[in-house]
């Protein structure tokens, strides 16, 4: 059974930093590219980074680049997501996703609150 649970948010003034994790079960981790969505309130989830297996190559959004930072551990089956100089516009829920094949799976989520 697929489980990812994500972990780390809260409430963060703008122009700090936040680290989120996403423990992964039930499948192999370091076979799989894994990815992190957002969602602001009243908006679409949106795709905001996105790394490889080995862990290299990552990709992200163009409203991140430079302050978000996407990593992974694949011995402790674990995804990261580090945030730096955050503003009131990084205010979401953030997802950690992964895709196999036709079946993708989510996480439940965890709030970033970016306001002073």
């Known amino acids: 059974q697929v489980r990812l649970v994500e972990s780390g948010g809260g409430l963060v003034q703008p122009g700090g930093s936040l680290g989120l994790s996403c423990t992964a079960s039930?499948?192999?981790?370091?076979?799989?590219?894994m990815n992190w969505y957002r969602q602001a309130p009243g908006k679409e989830r949106e795709w905001v980074a996105r790394?490889?297996?080995?862990?290299?190559?990552?990709n992200y959004v163009d409203s991140v680049k430079g302050r978000f930072t996407i990593s992974r551990d694949n011995g402790k089956n674990t995804l990261y997501l580090r945030m730096n100089s955050l503003k009131p516009e990084d205010t979401a829920v953030y997802y950690c996703n992964s895709r196999h094949g036709s079946r993708e799976y989510w996480g439940k989520g965890t709030l970033v609150t970016v306001s002073s």
């Open positions: 790394i490889n297996p080995s862990g290299y190559v990552p």
């Open positions: 039930g499948f192999t981790f370091n076979n799989y590219v």
